[in-house]
């Protein structure tokens, strides 16, 4: 069964910046494209940034610059590097693996202006 656990949300200034860490297991962790999606009040679930099980990366055009993902594959982690963080990056983050598909239970952000 896979389980995908974040950690690292909280409260900070705008400006400021917040690593969230996502450990996996039940997955040959390797293997898989790795996920950030977050979710404000109010809104769709949106997909912030992709690494691939060759480390390639995407992000959405609003935090590319900002938001950096990564993996250590010894560790079973994926991890999301938010710098110059803005109110509008207030969301509740979530880990997620594309196949097989699992979510985690997300960790709130809060940005504070």
């Known amino acids: 069964q896979v389980q995908l656990v974040e950690s690292g949300g909280g409260l900070v200034q705008a400006g400021g910046s917040l690593r969230l860490s996502c450990a996996a297991s039940?997955?040959?962790?390797?293997?898989?494209?790795m996920n950030w999606y977050r979710q404000a009040p109010g809104k769709q679930r949106e997909l912030v940034a992709t690494?691939?099980?060759?480390?390639?990366?995407n992000y959405a055009d609003a935090v590319k610059g900002r938001f950096t993902i990564s993996r250590d594959n010894a560790k079973n982690t994926v991890y999301l590097q938010m710098n110059s963080l803005e109110p509008e990056d207030t969301a509740v983050y979530y880990c997620?693996?594309?196949?097989?598909?699992?979510w985690g239970r997300g960790t709130q952000v809060t940005v504070a202006s």
């Open positions: 039940g997955i040959t962790f390797s293997f898989a494209t």
């Open positions: 690494i691939t099980s060759g480390s390639r990366t």
């Open positions: 997620n693996s594309r196949i097989p598909e699992a």
